[in-house]
T-cell receptor, first 114, second 110 residues
């Protein structure tokens, strides 16, 4: 089974801090994604990557950046955390670009910015 | 524009059947996903429909009509563990993105 592991389940950070959310997958998938999930807004795509060192902006990239130095690891960076970035962050990976075999999601990181 | 609509909440009784509808308007449509998400957990993949028609997987079935921009997820013999949110999502060939609906929260009553 594909496993997608997110380093932290819960995080509390202060406004202005730089925050790193780590995601590792163990099935050699090329495609990885970062979403945030908020009540009433559903899943929104922040950034995605189809290959090492490659990144593409999703629908809401402002205030975020990403890093994909190794195939198995996709990191989300909040350059200067703000309270409106309090959310559930979900990482996902897929076998192909269209995700036709489904995305496998990590268990999520609930980030609170105070 | 890209849009996916599904009901916010539904309630059904244990042992019954429930149908969760989803309509979509997307350019470059490829196929339609359904995911299940229990509270506080990650979404898990249920089904992916590319062709029109009904696909059955045990107690769960998913239907797609491409001409109508419509899909539904049918859950039979409901169990308490089926209480979850169900996410409809469209795969597109526009940057190969998947667009998620906001999810339908399904409550199962004993």
């Amino acid at each position: 089974d594909v496993k997608v592991t997110q380093s932290s389940r819960y995080l509390v950070k202060r406004t202005g801090e730089k925050v790193f959310l780590e995601c590792v997958q163990d099935m050699d998938h090329e495609n990885m994604f970062w979403y945030r999930q908020d009540p009433g807004l559903g899943l929104r795509l922040i950034y995605f990557s189809y290959d090492v060192k490659m990144k593409e902006k999703g629908d809401i990239p402002e205030g975020y950046s990403v890093s994909r130095e190794k195939k198995e690891r996709f990191s989300l960076i909040l350059e200067s955390a703000s309270t409106n970035q309090t959310s559930m962050y979900l990482c996902a990976s897929s076998l192909n670009r269209q995700g036709t075999h489904g995305y496998t999601f990590g268990s999520g990181t609930r980030l609170t910015v105070v | 524009g890209q849009n996916i609509d599904q009901p916010t909440e539904m309630t059904a009784t244990e042992g019954a059947i429930v149908q969760i509808n989803c309509t979509y308007q997307t350019s470059g449509f490829n196929g339609l996903f359904w995911y299940q998400q229990h509270a506080g957990e990650a979404p898990t993949f249920l089904s992916y429909n590319v062709l029109d028609g009904l696909e059955e997987k045990g107690r769960f079935s998913s239907f797609l009509s491409r001409s109508k921009g419509y899909s539904y997820l049918l859950l039979k013999e409901l169990q308490m563990k089926d209480s979850a949110s169900y996410l409809c999502a469209a795969s597109t060939n526009r940057d190969d993105k998947i667009i998620f609906g906001k999810g339908t929260r399904l409550h199962i009553l004993p």
